[in-house]
């Protein structure tokens, strides 16, 4: 069983910048798939990044450029580094793992872990 915790999340004025941390206990990332997604109220659960364990990356069009996904195999560790961030980006922020993927999805459904999510608040 894998056990995801994020971390990092807070409340930062438009144009600041914050950095996220998903923690992994019980395996490794290497043959995983790991994603973030964001959730505001009201709204449906969104991907925002992915990366997999080969290195391929994706974004949505939304943060490219602004936002890049990273890991650190040794620590565990999923990082979402987030830049010149705008109102539009607070949401609750999670990070989530599908196993043994070489492929990225953007679909909620199709990975199986999830951490609890962590808050992000830009203000204007």
């Known amino acids: 069983q894998v056990q995801l915790v994020e971390s990092g999340g807070g409340l930062v004025q438009a144009g600041g910048s914050l950095r996220l941390s998903c923690a992994a206990s019980?395996?490794?990332?290497?043959?995983?798939?790991m994603g973030w997604f964001r959730q505001a109220p009201g709204k449906e659960r969104e991907f925002v990044c992915g990366l997999t364990w080969s290195g391929n990356t994706d974004y949505v069009d939304s943060v490219k450029g602004r936002f890049t996904i990273s890991r650190d195999n040794a620590k565990n560790t999923v990082y979402l580094q987030m830049n010149s961030l705008k109102p539009e980006d607070t949401a609750v922020y999670y990070c989530?793992?599908?196993?043994?993927?070489?492929?990225?999805?953007?679909?909620?459904?199709?990975?199986?872990?999830w951490g609890q999510g962590t808050q992000v608040t830009v203000s204007s």
């Open positions: 019980g395996r490794t990332f290497s043959r995983y798939a």
């Open positions: 989530a793992a599908r196993i043994g993927s070489m492929y990225l999805s953007t679909r909620p459904n199709e990975y199986d872990y």
